[in-house]
């Protein structure tokens, strides 16, 4: 997903409605009129609600979903700001689907995903509340029958000049449900020196609900009535099931029926176990279809083919042929990433009811509108009769932006009379996902007499995701995600081009990971700026300030996490010291990874140092874990992560051949906040795409050895 779309003048184009909320209280509509972006369709109409009821109690119903970044804690703390409330006092709903009201301000669409969530709410939220605050004032003016302006709201309660008098927000609701919504111009934002909970530490609202179980995942879903299925997808992409043994499956008890639909059987039962052992049973023999013969070998062959062939320009300045036949020295590099799975801790699932006029789905999906899309698009039932009940996801990083999982859910339940919740296993997921693409790319670079870059060229061969999801915004043949990270690189640069060759793999699904564009292309970058420090025999963190001079926020990052990591201390043999800095999601980030490599060629990566400038912040403690989560789940990719295919079929099937990073080897993370009065970053996967180069990056300086191709090969590494 690519997130470097424009953002929404939000301050100017926001407009206000206050109502009497049903029962009595006061609902606040905030809404960006159409038009606010020039990729956004004109019905595109991102709203936020906020409920105060009679007892002062504060609803906000959420536009994103929460999947473990934070997100319900710190768009609460920008409304309770504003509101001039304690963030304990904000109550939490999930929002329903409407795109008019729920769009994201960023994508066009109800999803999450990108790191948007605080640069795309970041001022619709926090007007909301200065709007219902403004109301709230005014209403205990008309009440006490002063100026307005001689009045302040504080810890829900507005209270007179001298605070002698004070009305709770519950018992001014009525009256402020009548008063006319201000000009959104008049609404006043509480200026940063004026915060008092932005920017300080918050525990998250959401951690009670998941310590006690009782916050709601998808897979908790239990409408009366509801079966459990067990699913099998063909093995092979575009295959079929030729045959089940239906009759062995239903002589398990609690199986109740086997369903057959194009591409997948499930077994429907009273409980998941019998659901499960039903479908073994079924012992299903399946028709491969015409990717039976797809290999990984295959598919890198046809990637370096393609490879060699210009790209669409997605940019070009200055004469790079010329730069780079003048160079004092050339170096050509090419770098592999592989298919990567997501695999979310909480499996796949949707529990649907399908009745003659309606589809009600229960699921955790960071894309409501995909998803009532797709549920019409198979049951033929128009889109406002399909209902979605979205839930908190144990796990998204991009998983559940797609919906495969309700495609499949849906059409096993337009078999089964009643709600049937559709769970895939470990190994459906990991063997049938749709995987960050394979990406093959071609470096070249130029240095001059002193080492200077003077050519810089960089050709991305993979899928596009975007041709597949949203063609129209293609331009030229360049996909915006498959180029992210890699356009517009933090240093300076004489001559630059940035080609993109889109090659679309045979039998394999594509779509976004954790990190979108720059996860992959931050790699390519970071590894071949320290190549170029390394062919002009310069400290690679010294190299990269020569070239940093006239962007002082990244300058500044590198700086930080140099200082904080002890650069340039020395280290005993085979331990080294890596370095990588970004501009991605609007956020400055530089990152510096202790490595050590055994004699066996085992990386062990002890210490993470992170210095990031994210701009104004929100929850310092969020931001912090989101660098310790990313840089994690990034560090797993980089050294176990691979899904390859052998005759059409997946080979990796669990955690015991697609790894995790253990606990024992996770290391110790620390993040640098730099202070900032720039309009918030996304952090949420900012570390995730760091870490690649950083521990490479370490790698080549504890061994000499360059690694281009992830993951790791500790074979290539072993002591000679």
């Given at each position: 997903m690519s997130n470097s779309a424009p953002g929404p003048e939000l301050n100017r184009r926001l407009f206000l409605k206050a109502t009497a909320a049903a029962g009595g209280g006061l609902i606040v509509n905030l809404a960006v009129g159409p038009?606010?972006?020039?990729?956004?369709?004109?019905?595109?109409?991102?709203?936020?609600?906020?409920?105060?009821?009679?007892?002062?109690?504060?609803?906000?119903?959420?536009?994103?979903?929460?999947?473990?970044?934070?997100?319900y804690t710190a768009q609460a703390m920008l409304l309770a700001e504003e509101l001039e409330i304690a963030l304990d006092d904000v109550k939490l709903e999930h929002a329903p689907l409407n795109e008019a009201l729920y769009a994201h301000p960023m994508l066009g669409r109800q999803m999450t995903g990108g790191s948007t969530s605080i640069r795309a709410?970041?001022?619709?939220?926090?007007?909301?509340?200065?709007?219902?605050?403004?109301?709230?004032?005014r209403a205990a003016a008309k009440e006490w029958d002063v100026d307005p302006a001689t009045t302040r709201a504080e810890d829900g309660f507005v209270l007179n000049e001298n605070g002698t008098k004070k009305l709770a927000y519950g018992v001014l609701v009525d009256i402020a449900a009548s008063l006319p919504a201000p000009d959104p111009e008049d609404v006043v934002l509480k200026s940063p020196e004026h915060f008092k909970l932005l920017g300080r530490s918050a525990k998250?609202?959401?951690?009670?609900?998941?310590?006690?179980?009782?916050?709601?995942?998808?897979?908790?879903?239990?409408?009366?009535?509801?079966?459990?299925?067990?699913?099998?997808?063909?093995?092979?992409l575009g295959g079929k099931p030729k045959s089940a043994n239906e009759q062995a499956a239903l002589a398990i008890k609690g199986v109740r029926q086997v369903v057959l639909t194009d591409s997948a059987v499930a077994v429907v039962a009273d409980h998941t176990g019998a659901a499960k052992k039903g479908l073994e049973a079924a012992a299903i023999e399946w028709d491969d279809g015409p990717n039976a013969h797809v290999s990984s070998a295959e598919i890198v062959r046809h990637l370096d083919q393609e490879s060699v062939k210009p790209g669409a320009i997605a940019r070009s300045e200055g004469d790079v042929e010329k730069a780079l036949a003048s160079a004092a020295q050339r170096i050509d590099a090419v770098y592999q990433l592989p298919f990567l799975s997501h695999a979310a801790m909480e499996p796949m699932n949707c529990t649907v009811h399908v009745r003659k006029d309606a589809c009600e789905l229960w699921v955790g999906t960071q894309n409501l509108s995909a998803a009532k899309l797709?549920?019409?698009?198979?049951?033929?039932?128009?889109?406002?009769?399909?209902?979605?009940?979205?839930?908190?996801?144990?796990?998204?990083f991009g998983r559940r932006l797609e919906v495969d999982g309700i495609i499949h859910a849906v059409k096993v339940a337009m078999q089964v009379d009643g709600p049937v919740k559709v769970i895939w296993s470990r190994e459906e997921d990991i063997q049938h996902g749709?995987?960050?693409?394979?990406?093959?790319?071609?470096?070249?670079?130029?240095?001059?007499?002193?080492?200077?870059?003077?050519a810089w060229r960089h050709r991305i061969s993979g899928s596009s995701i975007f041709a597949r999801i949203a063609p129209a915004a293609m331009k030229n043949g360049v996909d915006?995600?498959?180029?992210?990270?890699?356009?517009?690189?933090?240093?300076?640069?004489?001559?630059?081009?940035?080609?993109?060759?889109?090659?679309?793999?045979?039998?394999?699904?594509?779509?976004?990971?954790?990190?979108?564009?720059?996860?992959?292309?931050?790699?390519?970058?970071?590894?071949?700026?320290?190549?170029?420090?390394?062919?002009?025999?310069?400290?690679?963190?010294?190299?990269?300030?020569?070239?940093?001079?006239?962007?002082?926020?990244?300058?500044?990052?590198?700086?930080?996490?140099?200082?904080?990591?002890?650069?340039?201390?020395?280290?005993?043999?085979?331990?080294?010291?890596?370095?990588?800095?970004?501009?991605?999601?609007?956020t400055y980030l530089a990152m510096i990874a202790d490595a050590t490599v055994g004699g066996d060629g085992a990386v062990r990566v002890t210490r993470i140092v992170t210095a990031v400038d994210c701009g104004l912040t929100v929850n310092p403690d969020t931001i912090a874990a989101q660098m310790e989560g990313g840089a994690l789940y990034g560090l797993t990719a980089a050294l176990y992560g691979a899904i390859t295919l052998k005759d059409g079929r997946v080979e990796q099937s669990n955690f015991d051949n697609y790894l995790p990073l253990r606990i024992d080897e996770a290391p110790h993370v620390e993040t640098h906040i730099v202070p900032s009065a720039e309009p918030p970053g996304g952090i949420g996967e900012a570390a995730t795409a760091a870490v690649f180069p950083a521990v490479t990056n370490a790698i080549f300086s504890a061994t000499g050895?360059?690694?281009?191709t992830l993951p790791v090969n500790t074979d290539y590494l072993r002591k000679a």
């Open positions: 038009g606010f972006s020039a990729n956004a369709a004109a019905d595109f109409a991102p709203n936020a609600f906020i409920r105060i009821d009679r007892n002062g109690l504060v609803t906000l119903v959420m536009p994103q979903v929460e999947m473990g970044q934070g997100i709410f970041w001022t619709p939220l926090r007007r909301a509340g200065a709007m219902a605050r403004t109301l709230l004032i998250r609202l959401d951690t009670p609900g998941k310590v006690n179980g009782s916050l709601k995942y998808g897979i908790d879903a239990f409408p009366v009535g509801t079966k459990i299925a067990a699913i099998a997808i063909a093995p092979v797709a549920a019409a698009a198979v049951t033929g039932l128009p889109p406002e009769k399909i209902t979605i009940n979205n839930h908190i996801v144990g796990g998204g749709y995987y960050r693409p394979y990406y093959y790319d071609r470096m070249s670079g130029g240095i001059d007499e002193q080492g200077n870059p003077v915006p995600d498959g180029v992210e990270g890699a356009v517009h690189p933090p240093y300076r640069l004489p001559a630059i081009q940035v080609e993109f060759n889109q090659v679309e793999p045979q039998g394999v699904l594509t779509s976004w990971w954790r990190g979108v564009g720059p996860a992959h292309n931050v790699f390519m970058v970071e590894s071949f700026i320290d190549e170029l420090a390394a062919a002009a025999k310069v400290d690679p963190v010294g190299y990269r300030t020569r070239l940093l001079t006239d962007n002082p926020r990244a300058l500044k990052v590198l700086e930080l996490a140099a200082e904080k990591a002890e650069w340039g201390k020395p280290l005993p043999a085979r331990q080294g010291r890596g370095v990588a800095v970004q501009f991605a999601f609007g050895k360059r690694v281009r």
